[in-house]
Every structure is written in C-alpha cells, then in structure tokens.
C-alpha cells in the first residue's frame, strides 16, 4: 500500500516569494492534516481537512498562507509570500475518520523549505 | 502546550532493550497515550498507543502504570535503524476532534 506522497521533497525559494506544496494522501483516507516542524521541535499541526471542509484551521497563519482540498483527495497548501521565519518542514498526514472516530495518523516525508 | 515530559535523550547498546519513559500525570480518563518516532528526514512514524492496559505489537511494548501518570515505550532488542526521536503524546482517540500535539521529544541513539 503506497504511503503519503508529497512533493516536492525539497525547495529553496527567496524571501517575498510564492510557494506550493503538494500531498496524496493513503487511498481512502478521508481526513488530511498539514503540519509545520521547526528545526529541533516537534509537528505543528496548521489544518486539518474532513473530506473537502477545513474543520480546524485555527493554528493557519492566514494572511500569507492558504490551503485547499478540491474533491476530498489531493490537497494543496501555499504561502506568498514567503518569510524568512517560514523556513521549515511542511508534513502532510492522513487518517481515516467517520462517525466521530478518528484513526491514525499517517505522515509523508515532508518538505523541507529553506527561504533566503 | 504538550502534556507529556520526556528525557531529551538516552542511548542504548545494539541489541539491547531501549526503555523510553514519559510522564503524563495530568492525562484525562479518555486520553491515550501515543508513541510516534521520526527518523533523520522523514515523517513520524506510528508506533503504538493504549488507554490503560499494556500493549504489544511487532515494533515495541507500551506499559502504562496503574495510575497511568506515567508509561514507558520498550523496543526489545534495539537495532541501529531504531536511533530517531522518539514523541510520547497523550490525545483522545476517537473522537473528530483528534488531534496530536508533539513536544520535543526523547532523541534515542543506539550506539554499535
């Protein structure tokens, strides 16, 4: 069974300038998160989609970062324009959930966003 | 903030058990505890979880104590692929609004 898949692996932008982030998640998994780590700290979780709604996004800085989840499956999460201070780890992870239960997370491998 | 507290970090030799402790003395009746670990450069991974009995799977044994303040993960016989950072984290499972806060971690190195 393919994990969750997210590209690109790597990317270095500079400062002021847009990015994108891309994440599959494990088939049938119905509920995505989008995480941030910084260096030396744990995930923090920034949104968490149930199907196509954005059910917690209390943690997304958003005026400069935005995230989408057309037809429930593949998702999307931009920041423009990009900081300094964004520099990070972006992890994409999936679960499935219904009727209130939510099973485990699933993690990709991230992608690491180095802002200069 | 998370509501665990792990050593920074321990080591292990090859082949021995790697016991990794955490302290939870405020998790809720319907919290359980989670055990993730993340490897150099890649995402976490699961590893176990319980409510108040102890649990066994192919990676690693999870004891939680009677009072269930506290736990420790046991990888019986630790290998040099098991060195990473190793998450205790407590969450209510089941519920929609499940949601994992990491803290920072115990960094395990298994040395040869």
């Known amino acids: 069974e393919a994990g969750v898949v997210q590209s690109p692996r790597y990317k270095i932008i500079e400062k002021k300038q847009p990015v994108a982030f891309w994440c599959n998640p494990i088939?049938?998994?119905?509920?995505l998160y989008w995480y941030r780590q910084n260096l030396g700290q744990g995930p923090e979780l920034l949104i968490r989609y149930e199907n196509e709604e954005a059910v917690d996004d209390s943690q997304l800085p958003k005026d400069r970062f935005s995230a989408e989840r057309l037809k429930g499956v593949d998702s999307t999460l931009k920041i423009q324009p990009a900081e300094l201070g964004d520099s990070a780890v972006y992890l994409c992870?999936?679960?499935?959930?219904?009727?209130?239960?939510?099973?485990?997370?699933?993690f990709g491998p991230g992608t690491r966003l180095t802002v200069l | 903030d998370a509501k665990t507290t792990q050593p920074p970090s321990m080591d292990c030799a090859e082949g021995r058990a790697a016991n990794l402790p955490c302290n939870h003395s405020t998790i809720s009746g319907n919290e359980y505890v989670y055990w993730y670990r993340q490897i150099h450069s890649q995402g976490p991974q699961y590893i176990i979880h319980g409510l108040k009995n102890n649990e066994t799977n192919e990676m690693a044994s999870l004891i939680i104590t009677e009072d269930r303040k506290s736990s420790t993960l046991i990888l019986p016989h630790a290998t040099l692929r098991d060195t990473a950072v190793y998450y205790c984290i407590v969450s209510v499972a089941g519920d929609s609004s499940y949601k994992l806060i990491f803290g920072s971690g115990t960094r395990l190195l298994v040395r040869p």
């Open positions: 088939s049938g998994h119905n509920t």
């Open positions: 992870a999936s679960s499935f959930a219904f009727s209130g239960w939510t099973d485990t997370q699933y």
